[in-house]
């Protein structure tokens, strides 16, 4: 069995012929949100992953396994509700709606897309969109503030971050030029303001 526990994420600037001649590990997105898994590869081979706990799998990604060969990750066609409509405002409601709901969804210049549901596609279809049952390729978006599916090593994680912590101290009456001290917490409260005069 392939132990693979290293993950390169899209774009990893490994050569496009090493990356066609690397075995494929196709994979569903609720398969590709979790951190232990076995499963085949698309040569048959079998391969458990040992990944950091919250890690997501994208279209595009590199694995590397424990003798150094690459595996690459490849999002399967599943059962979604593509969500279209000539009107950007009643996409904008859809996606509040969804949002409201905490729907995982994947925004599209010109579409949403999500895991099939009967009960949400009769929703969508009041809020006047056409939502369309469809086998494709599911990539919903990441969470916000470097929570959900974001990890420290993402490019976007530092500016996510401060975002949360701009958000949090407006909230909690702490957006007056304070500098904070996180530790090894990671986390923010009252004890650890750190005033600089």
Same mark, same amino acid.
């Given at each position: &069995? ?15 012929? $090493?990356?066609?001649? %690397? ?5 569903? =997105? ?19 992953? =040992?990944?950091?706990?919250?890690? /997501? $799998?994208?279209?595009?990604? $590199? ?10 990750? @490849? ?16 996409? &904008? ?27 949400? %596609?009769? &929703?969508? @279809?009041?809020?006047? /969109? ?7 390729? =599911? ?25 949360? @912590?701009?958000? =949090? ?29």
């Amino acid at each position: &069995m392939l132990k693979i526990d290293k993950l390169l994420t899209a774009p990893h600037g490994i050569a496009p012929v $090493l990356v066609r001649r %690397a075995p494929k590990l196709v994979l569903p =997105f609720a398969d590709r949100s979790k951190s232990r898994l076995r499963a085949v590869l698309d040569n048959g081979a079998d391969a458990a992953l =040992f990944l950091p706990r919250g890690t /997501v $799998l994208r279209g595009g990604d $590199l694995l590397v396994a424990e003798d150094g060969s690459f595996v690459e990750v @490849q999002a399967a066609t599943e059962s979604v509700l593509e969500v279209r409509t000539q009107d950007p405002h009643a996409l &904008m409601r859809a996606a509040y709606h969804l949002g409201n709901r905490h729907t995982p969804v994947e925004i599209g210049r010109d579409y949403l897309r999500l895991e099939y549901d009967a009960v949400l %596609a009769d &929703m969508l @279809q009041r809020l006047g /969109v056409r939502a369309e049952r469809a086998e494709l390729p =599911f990539e919903p978006e990441a969470g916000a503030y470097g929570g959900g599916h974001k990890h420290g090593h993402d490019a976007t994680f530092a500016e996510d971050y401060a975002a949360a @912590q701009a958000v =949090f101290h407006e909230h909690h009456g702490h957006s007056h030029g304070h500098d904070y001290d996180h530790g090894d917490a990671g986390h923010v409260d009252d004890a650890s303001c750190v005033h600089k005069h």
